[in-house]
Structures are given as structure tokens and as C-alpha cells.
């Protein structure tokens, strides 16, 4: 029989479905060392979040098919690892939703009406209700940040408490948001009028600390943030200094950088409610993150896909030369497509050409959904579904298939329509390696093998790329190549740099006041 190693608390019910199938060894709260030395045994490894899935534990996995993960986020994983050594890992994605709203409405009360402080003073001998004057919910309003499965859920709560729900998220249409009775907003919009704010987005390069002292400023006095999401979407240091300054009337806290976390700055502050990074800890929705996983386990170990493989969608065996190379592909697309686009997104038009439209290209649609939702969403985008991430969303999807590739072998076109224009961005292979060949009208060839990249759309002109070279060198920021791409001379152009390293908000400010500069936009890839 196979082996699963169950290392952190799941339902009892899931186990004992499992074990019908396989052998199963519950050992919660291994160290580092004792879990690396036990799981050569072991064909799947299931956690939640506090066991840590190095890439030290995948190479001693050496019969490792599946890792499991009974919840949404896999930032515990180290997921390049596992794909490399060809363990696919599966999650939970919908499981804890309801719990995870529920535990973000509890934060927002105790918040609102000093729970945990008037607790423990009572508790404490003392009877000071003038102390705790708190806030009513009604007639406020609430500023989602991320409106996936949770966020609008949380939307939905909160307007049953007659709250006024503003909401950002690029890729949930203006219609979407409409039938959820949300209307959509900036960021900078919501953290200068709401009065609650709650982030539900992943945390990535990108969202790191997207909450900093520049928007703690942007807020009013009497603001407060709940974060029940992921550690380091806020910088801690900034928001104790905010609420100590009386800059801001309190935050919630439910995640933190590291866990199990038992001393950080927030836990001194009166006014920071914290809890143990309980969002998912209900009974239910452990049975359901726990019943997501198992099932897709004992399908993995029966032959068939996993529903919620969050990195190896289901190829067919013979599509796999053809359709595998692109994999890289069609998420680098995705991924930058959502980094150039601007404005509420409401369809992606994909255009597969050459000899991969003549194959199943679900598996490939699926991944340029992934790759554009990436930095806004937890959800893991599959070809199961993609069609119903997308319909969520208020997002059309329409796919085109077309045998002849002028320039290249196969080539994949996305095209994004948004509120603000439309965005091309197109790929392909060569010589083995993702090349991104289009950014809309013009023809380029780029290499994004990892780091940042400088977009500047401009009118060519003598003495701009030296002017911009000028203020990267300024900026102590290293440019390992450059790729200029024009409609014709004099006339409009882009500019791609390279860049070993991120270049500085002031650094872009000054590329675009250069004479001739549309935009400038700095991505990660």
C-alpha cells in the first residue's frame, strides 16, 4: 500500500477515509531535522500551514508523489522545488471560505467594540465601561482589498450589516462587482475613505508589505485594518507607530511573517487585536479543507488528475512534447499581462498559433488564468476551473486556434480588454526557452529569465535611452541589457531594460517626467 505522512492536525474523518486506501502515520510537530529523516518512507505528505515544506524535505522525499496542503495558501511549500523533483501539490482552495469571512467579521467586531481589552479589564476586577466606547458598523464603510472566494464573502456580510462596500480587485469586471452590490475603487481611493479596511490577496513579491507608512498615511484617524489574509501584507513597524501616534484608531491581525509567532511589536499596542492565525480553525472547515485534500490524494494514487493541482495541471500523455514546453510560457504571459494592463478587467482573448493549436490547450488556458490572477488571488486556477474562476469573476474568456505562425513554430497571444485600452502580450519557445516576442504592436525578444524589467512607452528621439540609462546609474540600479522596439524613426517606441535590481519609486518618477515618456512600468518576472 502507499504511505502518507499526515504532519500537522487534520479532521479524523479525512484520516480514516484515507486509511482505507493507504497507510497512514499521523506525527504532528516534527522538527525540521526528524521530518526530513522520516519521509523517504512516504508516497504523500499532507499539512496545514505550520509544518514547512523546505526543499531539504522534498529532496529526502524520495518516493514522494503528492504533497498536500488542507487550505488555500502554499507559501509553506517550497513549490519550485517540488516541481523540479516532479511532486505535484494539491490544496484546498474553497474549504476554509466561509470560516476564514466569519473569523475577518469577529475581527472587525472586537475591533470595533474593544472585545479583547474590555474582557480582560472586567476579567481584572475593574468595571470601566467609559473606557470602551466603540463604533457602530452600520452606515460605514468597508474597503476590500481582493474580492476572490473570500473577500466577497466578506462583502456580502458586511452588507448585511448595512456597511457601504467599496472594493478593489482588476480582475473582477464592473458587472461583477455590480451583482455583488460592490462598487470598485483604487487602492488610493480606499485608504483615504474607508473606514474599515480588510486585505484578502496572496502575498508576493508585489503585495509585500503593500501596506507601508506611505498608506497608513493615506488613512483616516479613525480608520482600522484587519489582516487575515497573510503575514507581511502589512509592515508591522509602520502600523505600531501608526496606531501608538493615534494616526490610526486600531488594526486586527489573524497572520504574521513567522509562525508560530509568540513576540512581535503588535502584541504591546492597546489598540492591535490579535489572534493565532485562526481564519480557518472551525471544525467545519477543517473537515472540508481535510475531505478536499484526502479526495484528491486517493484520486492521484488511483490514476486521475487532481482537481486542485496548483502546479501540474492534467496533460494528456501525448500532447506532453508539445504542450509541456509552453507551460512556462503561458504563465509568464499571464503573469506580465496582469503587471501591463490597466483598469477593471472584463475579457482575455487567447490565440494559440502554430502546431500547438492543433492540441488540447486547457491545460494552457488554465495557466495564463493563473498567471494573470497570480498577484491578486489565492485562487489556483486549473482546467477543471478556469471557465468558473473566470465566470465568477465577471471575466469572458475566448480561446482561438489557428494553424498558421508566421513567425515562429507556436506562439501564444493574450490579449487583455480592460476600462483603461487593451493589452497584447505574446510568447513562445526558442532554443528551450520562454521568449515574450510581443508587447502590443510591437514585435520584441526578450528573455524573462527572473529579476525586473523597465517598460517605457515614449516617442523615439536622440539622447532618451542614454537619459534613462542616466537614471538607473543614479539610482545605483545595474542594467544587464536593453531591447528597443519602434513603429518607425522618430516615432513611437518601446523601451525594455533589464534590471538586476528594482528600480526606486523616484527613479521611475524621473523616466516618466523625461520629454516624450507615455508610461514606465516596472514588472517582476
Not at 519521509?39 to 496545514?48: F, N, Q, S
Not at 466569519?102 to 481584572?124: D, Q, S, V, Y
Not at 487602492?187 to 490577496?201: G, P, S
Not at 516617442?459 to 532618451?464: F, T, V
Request: glycine share 8%; with cysteine; hydrophobic share 45%.
Amino acid at each position: 500500500m502507499k504511505k502518507v505522512l499526515v504532519a500537522d492536525a487534520l479532521s479524523p474523518a479525512g484520516i480514516e477515509r484515507l486509511k482505507a486506501v493507504a497507510e497512514v502515520d499521523v506525527k504532528t510537530g516534527l522538527k525540521p531535522d526528524e521530518l526530513i529523516a522520516a519521509i523517504g518512507d512516504y508516497d504523500a505528505l499532507l499539512v496545514r500551514s505550520q509544518t514547512q515544506v523546505t526543499a531539504d524535505v522534498i529532496k529526502a522525499g524520495k518516493n514522494l508523489q503528492i504533497i498536500g496542503r488542507a487550505g488555500v495558501g502554499v507559501d509553506n511549500i517550497d513549490m519550485k522545488a517540488a516541481t523540479e523533483a516532479g511532486i505535484i501539490v494539491v490544496n484546498a482552495p474553497t474549504g476554509n471560505t466561509i470560516s476564514a469571512a466569519e473569523h475577518t467579521m469577529a475581527l472587525m467586531l472586537a475591533l470595533a467594540r474593544h472585545i479583547p481589552r474590555a474582557n480582560a479589564c472586567l476579567k481584572g476586577g475593574a468595571w470601566e465601561r467609559n473606557k470602551f466606547l466603540g463604533t457602530e458598523l452600520r452606515g460605514k464603510t468597508l474597503g476590500v482589498i481582493g474580492l476572490g472566494n473570500i473577500g466577497s464573502e466578506v462583502a456580502k456580510r458586511a452588507r448585511a450589516f448595512e456597511m457601504k462596500v467599496i472594493g478593489f480587485d482588476p480582475f473582477v469586471s464592473a458587472e461583477r462587482a455590480k451583482n455583488m452590490q460592490i462598487e470598485l475603487a483604487t487602492l488610493e481611493r480606499i485608504y483615504k475613505e474607508a473606514d474599515f479596511i480588510t486585505l484578502h490577496v496572496p502575498l508576493t513579491a508585489q503585495t509585500k508589505n503593500m501596506v507601508g507608512a506611505k498608506e497608513l498615511a493615506m488613512m483616516k484617524p479613525t480608520a482600522r485594518i484587519i489582516n487575515a489574509a497573510r503575514g507581511g501584507l502589512i509592515d508591522e513597524e509602520a502600523l505600531v507607530a501608526a496606531v501608538n501616534a493615534r494616526k490610526l484608531a486600531g488594526a486586527a491581525i489573524d497572520v504574521f511573517i513567522k509562525e508560530p509567532c509568540t513576540d512581535n511589536v503588535c502584541f504591546a499596542v492597546e489598540n492591535i487585536v490579535v489572534t493565532p492565525h485562526l481564519g480557518a480553525s472551525t471544525a467545519e472547515a477543517q473537515d472540508l479543507a481535510t475531505s478536499d485534500v484526502v479526495d484528491q490524494v486517493i484520486d492521484i494514487f488511483s490514476g486521475a488528475p487532481a482537481r486542485y493541482a496548483v502546479n501540474a495541471p492534467f496533460i494528456a500523455i501525448e500532447s506532453l512534447p508539445v504542450i509541456n514546453p509552453f507551460i512556462k510560457v503561458a504563465n509568464t504571459v499571464g503573469r506580465l499581462l496582469s503587471q501591463l494592463a490597466e483598469g477593471q478587467m472584463t475579457a482575455i482573448n487567447i490565440r494559440y498559433s502554430g502546431e500547438i493549436a492543433g492540441y488540447d490547450t486547457r491545460a494552457l488556458k488554465a495557466l495564463v488564468l493563473g498567471g494573470i490572477l497570480e498577484q491578486i488571488s489565492e485562487e489556483r486556477v486549473n482546467m477543471v476551473n478556469a471557465d468558473i474562476v473566470a465566470a465568477r469573476r465577471g471575466m469572458n474568456i475566448t480561446e482561438q486556434k489557428e494553424a498558421a505562425c508566421d513567425n515562429y513554430a507556436s506562439m501564444i497571444t493574450v490579449e487583455a480588454v480592460t476600462s483603461g485600452g487593451n493589452t497584447t502580450v505574446a510568447g513562445t519557445i526558442m532554443r528551450g526557452e520562454t521568449h515574450i516576442v510581443r508587447i502590443d504592436q510591437y514585435w520584441i525578444d526578450i528573455v524573462p529569465t527572473g529579476g525586473y524589467f523597465l517598460f517605457a512607452d515614449h516617442r523615439d528621439r536622440p539622447g532618451l535611452i542614454g537619459a534613462v540609462g542616466s537614471i538607473t546609474g543614479q539610482s545605483d540600479v545595474n542594467v544587464s541589457y536593453m531591447h528597443l522596439s519602434r513603429l518607425k524613426p522618430r516615432g513611437q517606441a518601446l523601451m525594455i531594460l533589464a534590471l538586476d535590481e528594482a528600480l526606486p519609486e523616484s527613479g521611475l518618477k524621473q523616466v516618466r517626467a523625461l520629454e516624450g515618456v507615455q508610461t514606465a512600468k516596472l514588472v517582476k518576472l
